[in-house]
């Protein structure tokens, strides 16, 4: 089967979207780690947190779901957030013990699509916990910004940043559970009918 088909149309307003979320992420590091335009860096990231359901949402609206949107959308979630990770760690927003436990989860879910690859079976669809995880963290991510570069929003960015990160990390291991379930019943599925 050709590969463009296998993928479905391209150019759909939610692919789109998702293109734009992907460009975000270089635009972010960019304004963060090579300027001063912090209160920029943190408005690329709060529109790139805001439009990860807008990709979703356009595309059931207007028909337009495809295979191609499938893969970018959970592309661009982890590329924002592995991205973000890295640079706020770097400038000791977050500690390194909360980057390693998101890197560990998402070393779990590598593991896991390796494991399912070789098998034959492609990725387990999207959760909407890891979908929920995903928002929230991307949520806490420019409060921990607001409380560590604005001394009028520490008082209260930093608390909600932290209640963010710590919800949004345990629903990311709640997600990565499920994937794990759902990909055992692929296997297992795959194994019975064969």
């Given at each position: 089967?050709?590969?463009?088909?296998?993928?479905?149309?391209?150019?759909?307003?939610?692919?789109?979207?998702?293109?734009?979320?992907?460009?975000?992420?270089?635009?972010?590091?960019?304004?963060?780690?090579?300027?001063?335009?912090?209160?920029?860096a943190?408005?690329?990231?709060?529109?790139?947190?805001?439009?990860?359901?807008?990709?979703?949402?356009?595309?059931?609206?207007?028909?337009?779901?495809?295979?191609?949107?499938?893969?970018?959308?959970?592309?661009?979630?982890?590329?924002?957030?592995?991205?973000?990770?890295?640079?706020?760690t770097?400038?000791?927003?977050?500690?390194?013990?909360?980057?390693?436990?998101?890197?560990?989860?998402e070393?779990?879910?590598?593991?896991?699509?390796?494991?399912?690859?070789?098998?034959?079976?492609?990725?387990?669809?999207?959760?909407?916990?890891?979908?929920?995880?995903?928002?929230?963290?991307?949520?806490?991510?420019?409060?921990?910004?607001?409380?560590?570069?604005?001394?009028?929003?520490?008082?209260?960015?930093?608390?909600?940043?932290?209640?963010?990160?710590?919800?949004?990390?345990?629903?990311?291991?709640?997600?990565?559970?499920?994937?794990?379930?759902?990909?055992?019943?692929?296997?297992?599925?795959?194994?019975?009918?064969?």
């Amino acid at each position: 089967m050709d590969q463009r088909q296998s993928l479905g149309p391209v150019l759909t307003v939610p692919n789109l979207i998702s293109f734009a979320r992907l460009l975000g992420v270089p635009l972010f590091l960019y304004l963060f780690l090579a300027t001063d335009a912090t209160g920029w860096a943190v408005g690329v990231l709060v529109v790139g947190g805001l439009s990860d359901w807008v990709d979703g949402f356009a595309a059931r609206r207007l028909k337009q779901v495809s295979r191609l949107g499938e893969l970018l959308d959970p592309l661009a979630d982890r590329l924002y957030i592995l991205a973000t990770l890295f640079a706020l760690t770097f400038k000791d927003v977050v500690p390194w013990w909360f980057t390693i436990a998101l890197l560990a989860r998402e070393a779990v879910m590598i593991l896991c699509l390796v494991v399912l690859r070789v098998l034959g079976h492609g990725p387990p669809p999207v959760h909407y916990v890891g979908k929920t995880a995903t928002a929230v963290l991307l949520m806490g991510f420019p409060m921990m910004l607001l409380a560590k570069f604005s001394e009028a929003a520490r008082p209260w960015a930093l608390p909600s940043g932290w209640a963010l990160l710590w919800w949004g990390i345990v629903l990311y291991w709640v997600a990565a559970v499920f994937y794990f379930i759902q990909a055992a019943i692929h296997v297992r599925a795959g194994r019975l009918a064969s």
